[in-house]
């Protein structure tokens, strides 16, 4: 049974979370004029806030970590994204990509309150503190490729009122390109370092104590399909160098087919025993 303050602190993040993205869009409206984005990233920043307590209380109340079962882990996963748009801080007003962000810590979130933050009581093969650091290190690295994401969708939105000679309120609220092509680089790079460290650390453990590393499994397959996507996009972008609206829409067009990916798997294959 769900904790009653567990789920409350969810809530109350949640709550910030949304009112968080209101601000964001009436700062959109006004063309990122006034007040409105310090406003918006106070209240992202609060929400985060909460959503540390909230965890630590799961994680206070259950004995253990929340890193397995769909609702702990899904809002883990929101956590580190959230997170990393409190890292944009350092670049200035690229802090804004959190119009993007944030709609996608509200669904991770709302999915997790829905669905209920309680504890996973499925025994898992791989678990202890590799495990922890695996989940951590993978969810890290997704937290990076969404924040890649975010900066590449602005950047392709900038680029395109540049094109089009539009110099509107979308245009005066997105960050200059350069800020974005930065954010995305370093989200991606990060992302790619730290899932990199968390599928080594996975295969590493599996062909010590078990010497087989189950390649033929959904879970294992999906795993290596988006670290090939990291690649890609890594690549893709490298390569660009003097066309990164190629290495912007690589990004945007990697997170789909990992977001799609995840989806498909959820839904038709059986996930026992993976924890997300």
Known sequence: MQSTEVYLAHFVSLILYIGSLIVWLRSLVKGGRGSDPAVAFGLASLGVLIHVYAL???TYSYHQLPLTGIGPSLSSLALVIGLALLGTIVFGEGRRVGIVVIPVIILLETVAVVLGVEPSFEVMDFQGAWFSLHVMMAFVGLGGMTLSFAAS?????QLGELNNKRMGRLFQFTPPLVTLDRISRVGLVTGFVTFTLALVLGWFWTISF???LD????????SIMTW????GVLLTRNLSRMKPQRGAW???????????????????????????
Request: proline share 2%.
């Open 215 to 222: 390649q033929l499994n959904p879970k294992v397959m999906w």
């Open 153 to 157: 969708s602005l950047y392709v939105i």
């Open 250 to 276: 690589a990004s945007v067009l990697g997170f789909a087919v990992i977001v799609m990916s995840y989806i498909a798997l959820r839904i038709f294959v059986s996930t026992r025993g993976f924890f997300l």
């Open 210 to 212: 078990r010497q087989s």
């Open 228 to 231: 090939f996507v990291f690649f």
């Open 56 to 58: 630590i209380l799961f």
